[in-house]
């Protein structure tokens, strides 16, 4: 043993501590921290992603694996990615706080065993911040008109404890889930009073003709009492939503059904997983009018991004396709990176030559709310910026969305007629819904964008399109909802 080991054996038998372990504590994230306690991940791969690609959380890192970010990193491969991937995944599930996208298809497992062990004709129905689609969830909740003995049978439902009001038990997997109980018969009343936040069914009694909503066997019949128009789950999140049922004249929310195309995608170009024409005759397949390529802009090194010369070569390919394809269409778009500045990622002589183009923050992100505004501002006010990509850059459960002025974000593009991404990826929903019902006051359009980086990614439209639901978002107010003809005014619009 050699005098430095010695000193240190002295130095915590004195103190309890080590100061050089400290010291390397606090110059490491938290979130780098926390990586080391998934099994199998060691930290010469976590120095090489955290020096490598910036990471500093494990949401982070998750998303930088579903953007296949890890392939080309020295030790990694995409065997290595995939089953980093599901480690995270599963670390995630473990501290009991939950994307909507990761609970849904539970959810539905949940709902079918209720069905099949309770008696024929049992109501049963999601109710909380599960029905009413939230981005993050604490679990599943479900109410049932009927006994519940019968449906915690130890291996697709374990009762964990009952209280007061409802049973918190666990699927297979440890996801919670809680059981609310009623008479049938009443089942209306209670699945109203579980589903809206309490600002919400406070504001509700409170505006209501009537207030005894006892023993109503549908949902319908409380609104039909109270003499308020019906109002969807998702929107059942305050006061708000009540004074607009009032009001009237609300557009019917928008369905997935209803979008047309799919804009913000991205191929073998830069960092997706499919080809282009894999991308393309996907979207065609499944009755998309077009698809909107938006591969990453040259800035986005570590994306694989577009130098000119690989341009004009996508360019090529897309022009052939469109022969090939039509009447579904490819148009030339970029994701471009809205530089320090605020400026675009491409001189303007190239910048004219796209069909359009989303502007996206893809660096810096630790800028202070008025330096980031101002560099959205910028940004929007380029003439050639069509679309302002994942306005906060956020990642759900992993990293807040770097600080903005929404209001002067929203109002800049009002003026500059651009429109803002919802961007459907179920790890970003960002703009956040909050902020869609001032974008429709000031005239604004959003797009519910996938995002996608492989043809699978295409789906993610389905949990933009219930985030975009919560917003009060029509599809006459959404971009990727036009058909073609009225997207490409759309396009001639933003070049007047």
Same mark, same amino acid.
């Given at each position: 043993?050699?005098?430095?080991?010695?000193?240190?054996?002295?130095?915590?038998?004195?103190?309890?501590?080590?100061?050089?372990?400290?010291?390397?504590?606090?110059?490491?994230?938290?979130?780098?921290?926390?990586?080391?306690?998934?099994?199998?991940?060691?930290?010469? %791969?976590?120095?090489?992603?955290?020096?490598?690609?910036?990471?500093?959380?494990?949401?982070?890192?998750?998303? $930088?694996?579903?953007?296949?970010?890890?392939?080309?990193?020295?030790?990694?491969?995409? %065997?290595?990615?995939?089953?980093?991937?599901?480690?995270?995944? =599963?670390?995630?599930?473990? @501290?009991?706080?939950?994307? =909507?996208?990761?609970?849904?298809?539970?959810?539905?497992?949940?709902?079918?065993?209720?069905?099949?062990?309770?008696?024929?004709?049992?109501?049963?129905?999601?109710?909380?911040?599960?029905?009413?689609?939230?981005?993050?969830?604490?679990?599943?909740?479900?109410?049932?008109?009927?006994?519940?003995?019968?449906?915690?049978?130890?291996?697709?439902?374990?009762?964990?404890?009952?209280?007061?009001?409802?049973?918190?038990?666990?699927?297979?997997?440890?996801?919670?889930?809680?059981?609310?109980?009623?008479?049938?018969?009443?089942?209306?009343?209670?699945?109203?009073?579980?589903?809206?936040?309490?600002?919400?069914?406070?504001?509700?009694?409170?505006?209501?003709?009537?207030?005894?909503?006892?023993?109503?066997?549908?949902?319908?019949?409380?609104?039909?009492?109270?003499?308020?128009?019906?109002?969807?789950?998702?929107?059942?999140?305050?006061?708000?939503?009540?004074?607009?049922?009032?009001?009237?004249?609300?557009?019917?929310?928008?369905?997935?059904?209803?979008?047309?195309?799919?804009?913000?995608?991205?191929?073998?170009?830069?960092?997706?997983?499919?080809?282009?024409?894999?991308? $393309?005759?996907?979207?065609?397949?499944?009755?998309?009018?077009?698809?909107?390529?938006?591969?990453?802009? %040259?800035?986005?090194? =570590?994306?694989?991004?577009?130098?000119?010369?690989?341009?004009?070569? @996508?360019?090529?390919?897309?022009?052939?396709?469109?022969?090939?394809?039509?009447?579904?269409?490819?148009?030339?778009?970029?994701?471009?990176?809205?530089?320090?500045?605020?400026?675009?990622?491409?001189?303007?002589?190239?910048?004219?030559?796209?069909?359009?183009?989303?502007?996206?923050?893809?660096?810096?992100?630790?800028?202070?709310?008025?330096?980031?505004?101002?560099?959205?501002?910028?940004?929007?006010?380029?003439?050639?910026?069509?679309?302002?990509?994942?306005?906060?850059?956020?990642?759900?459960?992993?990293?807040?969305?770097?600080?903005?002025?929404?209001?002067?974000?929203?109002?800049?593009?009002?003026?500059?007629?651009?429109?803002?991404?919802?961007?459907?990826?179920?790890?970003?929903?960002?703009?956040?819904?909050?902020?869609?019902?001032?974008?429709?006051?000031?005239?604004?359009?959003?797009?519910?964008?996938?995002?996608?980086?492989?043809?699978?990614?295409?789906?993610?439209?389905?949990?933009?399109?219930?985030?975009?639901?919560?917003?009060?978002?029509?599809?006459?107010?959404?971009?990727?909802?036009?058909?073609?003809?009225?997207?490409?005014?759309?396009?001639?619009?933003?070049?007047?």
């Amino acid at each position: 043993m050699g005098k430095a080991i010695a000193g240190k054996i002295r130095e915590l038998e004195r103190t309890g501590t080590l100061a050089a372990l400290e010291k390397y504590r606090e110059m490491t994230p938290q979130g780098v921290q926390d990586m080391l306690r998934i099994k199998g991940f060691g930290p010469k %791969k976590i120095k090489s992603l955290w020096k490598g690609l910036e990471v500093e959380t494990i949401g982070e890192l998750l998303y $930088a694996c579903n953007e296949n970010r890890l392939v080309e990193l020295k030790g990694f491969g995409a %065997k290595t990615q995939e089953d980093l991937r599901k480690k995270l995944e =599963y670390f995630l599930k473990s @501290q009991d706080q939950f994307l =909507y996208a990761t609970l849904e298809e539970v959810g539905e497992e949940v709902l079918a065993h209720l069905q099949q062990a309770l008696p024929a004709g049992t109501p049963v129905a999601f109710v909380g911040a599960f029905r009413r689609r939230n981005p993050v969830l604490k679990g599943i909740e479900l109410l049932v008109g009927g006994d519940l003995s019968a449906v915690f049978d130890g291996e697709e439902l374990r009762l964990v404890r009952q209280e007061e009001d409802y049973y918190l038990a666990r699927t297979a997997d440890e996801i919670p889930v809680r059981l609310f109980q009623c008479r049938p018969e009443a089942f209306g009343s209670k699945l109203f009073r579980h589903t809206g936040t309490e600002a919400f069914t406070q504001y509700f009694l409170e505006r209501a003709q009537e207030t005894d909503f006892r023993d109503l066997a549908e949902e319908a019949e409380v609104f039909a009492k109270a003499g308020i128009p019906y109002i969807e789950p998702e929107l059942r999140e305050g006061p708000g939503a009540v004074d607009r049922a009032l009001v009237g004249d609300r557009k019917p929310l928008i369905e997935v059904e209803e979008v047309r195309g799919v804009l913000h995608a991205h191929s073998t170009y830069s960092d997706g997983i499919n080809s282009l024409r894999e991308m $393309a005759e996907y979207s065609r397949d499944r009755g998309y009018e077009y698809l909107g390529i938006t591969d990453h802009s %040259k800035s986005a090194f =570590y994306a694989n991004g577009l130098k000119e010369d690989r341009l004009r070569r @996508q360019w090529a390919e897309i022009d052939v396709l469109n022969e090939e394809l039509a009447p579904f269409k490819i148009y030339k778009g970029i994701e471009s990176d809205i530089l320090n500045d605020g400026s675009l990622d491409y001189p303007a002589d190239l910048l004219q030559e796209f069909d359009f183009i989303i502007a996206s923050v893809h660096s810096n992100l630790r800028m202070d709310q008025t330096k980031a505004t101002k560099r959205l501002l910028a940004a929007i006010a380029n003439p050639y910026t069509t679309m302002l990509g994942h306005p906060t850059g956020r990642l759900l459960l992993a990293r807040e969305g770097y600080p903005i002025d929404h209001r002067a974000v929203i109002d800049a593009c009002a003026e500059f007629r651009v429109a803002i991404e919802l961007n459907a990826n179920p790890l970003r929903l960002d703009l956040d819904h909050t902020w869609i019902e001032y974008a429709l006051e000031k005239g604004v359009l959003l797009s519910v964008n996938p995002d996608a980086h492989s043809t699978g990614g295409i789906h993610d439209i389905h949990y933009g399109v219930l985030a975009a639901r919560k917003g009060g978002l029509s599809a006459d107010r959404c971009v990727c909802c036009f058909d073609r003809t009225d997207f490409e005014a759309f396009l001639a619009g933003q070049r007047v």
